[in-house]
Nanobody, 120 residues
Framework: QVQLVESGGGLVQPGGSLRLSCAPS????????MGWYRQAPGKERELVAS??????TNYADSVKGRFTISRDNAKYTYLQMNSLKPEDTAVYYC???????????????WGQGILVTVSS
């Protein structure tokens, strides 16, 4: 029904920047919220940032002031990550919460994940 494809990850030095993109596709009826989560080795998956259909945003304390979540009219969602630290190293997952349209059904969908490595 709904698929998510992430892009933009990779290796970056501490203090550097990366921009992650999430492209939703499929039969989307409406979007309640989109978010970015991450999971570091040996740790649980945690919320990084989210944005609602109304544009309200929420950030983890650890990324406030460094990361920015945004979206465009095509429903793409972006995570601009600045001043990256080694502790930001993780697999980042895009998340969709909303309704698919074939049939109309509440869905929570995850992307396949993309690796971000912050290291010198």
């Amino acid at each position: 029904q709904v698929q998510l494809v992430e892009s933009g990850g990779g290796l970056v030095q501490p203090g550097g920047s990366l921009r992650l993109s999430c492209a939703p596709s499929g039969s989307i009826f409406s979007v309640n919220a989109m978010g970015w989560y991450r999971q570091a080795p040996g740790k649980e998956r945690e919320l990084v940032a989210s944005i609602t259909s109304g544009g309200s945003t929420n950030y983890a304390d650890s990324v406030k002031g460094r990361f920015t979540i945004s979206r465009d009219n095509a429903k793409y969602t972006y995570l601009q990550m600045n001043s990256l630290k080694p502790e930001d190293t993780a697999v980042y997952y895009c998340n969709f919460v909303g309704y698919g349209s074939s049939p109309i059904k509440y869905l929570q969908v995850w992307g396949q994940g993309i690796l971000v490595t912050v290291s010198s």
